[in-house]
């Protein structure tokens, strides 16, 4: 688990709660090296014929949005979706609704359905993923597109080198350890949380990393395919050696 830290007093009551109850407090300053115009850029070199002021699309697992209104410019009627109620209510943006990806709530079909930031790997079984693009292949449009992100093995080897972080921010101080077992492909961060009342706070966030090969297994099950698979922002094709993958998928 994590390391002590001087704040936190022996006798201290640790409070373990769900995952981004609290993360989403410090989300903003845990993510500040992301380039979220970079990645939007990315979204739409991907999708450009699919995002336009006409067009239906839809987010999964939007965290605290975003990615989302970097697009805004180009559609203003994204629908962002996230499990946890807390990381939507950090955006003032109105369109968005609080579901699981693997059970969407909707009835109507969307031009583009897309996830970023390997949201994907916090599914943790074969069975889940695939409910997950099942659900996608109903929803979407005959021509519509998919297109997600997922982390691979490197990448969580990488994250190993430098696997503790800490920061403050007006509120809270925080302290994360990532830890990657490859006997079950999982990769686990843990967060300790202290406020300035003198309360800390646990939290775990599970991700399973699966085989390279296994997405394209499980999409075609679903009645999807690959249209293209990319190294992450990049136009290079993607391998099973990649650290993070960006998948282009369409209805069979």
């Keep these: 688990m994590l390391e ?11 409070i373990k709660v769900i995952p981004y109850s609290l993360v989403a407090e410090i989300y903003s300053n845990l993510m500040d090296e992301v380039n979220y115009k970079r990645w939007a850029k990315y979204i739409y070199f991907l999708t450009k014929d699919k995002i336009h002021p006409g067009s239906s699309i839809l987010e999964l697992a939007s965290g605290n949005c975003r990615l989302s209104e970097k697009l805004l410019h180009k559609n203003k009627k994204i629908i962002c979706t996230d499990i946890s109620k807390q990381m939507l209510m950090k955006s003032t943006y109105s369109r968005k609704i609080v579901c699981d990806m693997t059970c969407l709530p909707f009835n109507k079909n969307f ?7 390997d949201s994907i790997n916090y599914l943790l079984s074969r069975n889940k993923l695939l409910i997950l693009f099942k659900e996608v292949h109903r929803l979407l449009k005959e021509d519509g597109l998919f297109t997600f ?12 080198k430098d696997s503790k972080k800490s920061g403050r921010t007006k ?4 302290y994360r350890k990532s830890v990657y077992d490859p006997t079950t492909g999982i990769h686990s961060n843990y967060f300790k949380i202290l406020d300035f009342k003198g309360n800390t706070f646990t939290e775990v966030h599970k991700q399973k990393i699966f085989k390279f090969n296994e997405y394209f297994e499980l999409l075609e099950k679903a009645g999807l395919y690959v249209v293209n698979c990319f190294k992450t922002f990049t136009s290079k094709d993607g391998t099973e050696k990649s650290d993070r993958v960006q998948f282009i998928v369409k209805r069979k």
């Design 4 to 14: 002590k830290s001087p704040e936190t007093e022996k006798n201290q009551k640790v």
């Design 111 to 117: 031009d583009l359905i897309f996830s970023t930031f």
């Design 149 to 160: 992100d997922v982390s691979l093995e490197k990448n969580s080897y990488i994250h190993q």
């Design 171 to 174: 509120k809270y101080k925080y």
